[in-house]
């Protein structure tokens, strides 16, 4: 036996020395190491090894397998290394121009967002952008024939009326409560479609983030606080607000946060927010005689316009380098 390993070890030795490409390691695996291997036989005939012997032919047997196997590993690096140095490739060359890229100014408006409202202790979730009309309109108190869901007419999927491309982030509110217990303060960002007149402040698609902080002891000032803490943190102290009363299915009362530049003489309407209907807490499966909660929703391209000072929305999809590398 001893005698048998010792000879299987040249062959090893031999076979593996003369391996060319990988199909060959393959098969030097197949020869000598699956189950009815060369050298798995070996380890069968330990059986008839006398019990003295075991000790020593075992130990002789396992360094034959190592070996084979370590040289299985060694010529797959090897071979990887060829492939990755392909020969049609000249490494003398010198290499391509450093690329410098950076973050879409909604991409960076939405992580600054995200920064500053778990600073004020939300956390953050997301919900689909293909949502049921469920989600999107009834739960959040929007009657089957309201005019209010006219205002957010949406692209609904073909052959199943059903399911819509969500005109907002509220039903995403619906979602969280659905499946956490107050307190609640979530933020949720995420892309918007309305069937929308397209001008320099609306698109078809866009982006918002909404809020929705639910606990025993909620106000009005509460929510008013926080959404201007939240602007005076992005753009500075400098800046004027503007809270008008407005309609919203989902919130009552509801109003919209108008923001100005100092020097500016046009208002931009920025959030629409309010405290929560009772009817929308009672939808996502919490006592409303319990629990109260303000929700906001902010359109992050219109943030994105105030802080850059783009004055066409539409820019900020053009994606020209030049309008977009100067942020
Ligand atoms: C809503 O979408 C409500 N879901 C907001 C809300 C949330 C109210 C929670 C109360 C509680 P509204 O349609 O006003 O509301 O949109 C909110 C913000 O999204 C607007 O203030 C604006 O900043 C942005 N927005 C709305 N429509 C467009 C559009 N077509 N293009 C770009 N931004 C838009």
Same mark, same amino acid.
């Given at each position: 036996m001893k005698e048998e390993i010792q000879l299987l070890l040249e062959e090893v030795k031999k076979k593996t020395a003369s391996i060319i490409s990988k199909d060959m390691i393959e098969d030097f695996r197949l020869e000598y190491l699956v189950k009815k291997g060369k050298i798995t036989n070996l380890f069968t005939k330990m059986r008839d090894v006398p019990k003295e012997l075991k000790k020593e032919i075992g130990k002789d047997?396992?360094?034959?397998? $190592?070996?084979? &196997?370590?040289?299985?590993?060694?010529?797959?690096?090897?071979? +990887?290394?060829? /492939?990755?140095?392909?020969?049609?490739?000249?490494?003398?060359?010198?290499?391509?121009?450093?690329?410098?890229?950076?973050?879409?100014?909604?991409?960076?408006?939405?992580? $600054?967002?995200? &920064?500053?409202?778990?600073?004020?202790?939300?956390?953050?979730? +997301?919900?689909? /952008?293909i949502e049921d009309s469920y989600h999107n309109f009834d739960s959040l108190n929007f009657p089957p024939d309201h005019p209010a869901r006219d205002m957010q007419d949406t692209f609904f999927i073909k052959d199943d009326r059903d399911l819509v491309l969500r005109t907002h982030t509220s039903p995403v509110q619906i979602r969280v409560m659905e499946n956490s217990k107050p307190p609640i303060r979530t933020i949720m960002p995420g892309r918007v479609y309305r069937n929308e007149a397209i001008d320099s402040t609306h698109l078809a698609e866009f982006h918002q983030v909404e809020g929705l902080y639910i606990d025993k002891d909620v106000n009005l000032a509460e929510l008013k606080a926080t959404m201007i803490t939240f602007a005076k943190k992005l753009y500075g102290d400098n800046l004027e607000f503007r809270f008008r009363p407005s309609f919203f299915p989902f919130t009552e009362p509801s109003a919209e946060l108008d923001i100005r530049k100092p020097g500016s003489d046009s208002w931009m309407e920025v959030a629409g927010c309010g405290m929560v209907h009772p009817k929308v807490l009672e939808a996502g499966g919490i006592n409303s005689e319990e629990y109260i909660g303000y929700a906001f929703g902010f359109g992050i391209e219109r943030i994105t316009m105030l802080k850059t000072g783009i004055d066409d929305i539409r820019l900020l999809y053009e994606n020209d380098v030049r309008v977009i590398g100067q942020f």
């Open positions: 047997l396992n360094e034959l397998r $190592k070996f084979a &196997e370590e040289s299985i590993l060694e010529l797959n690096d090897k071979f +990887e290394l060829q /492939e990755d140095t392909n020969p049609g490739i000249d490494l003398s060359l010198n290499g391509r121009k450093k690329r410098s890229g950076s973050s879409h100014p909604i991409s960076i408006t939405i992580s $600054k967002m995200i &920064e500053i409202f778990t600073e004020m202790g939300f956390e953050v979730a +997301e919900g689909t /952008e």
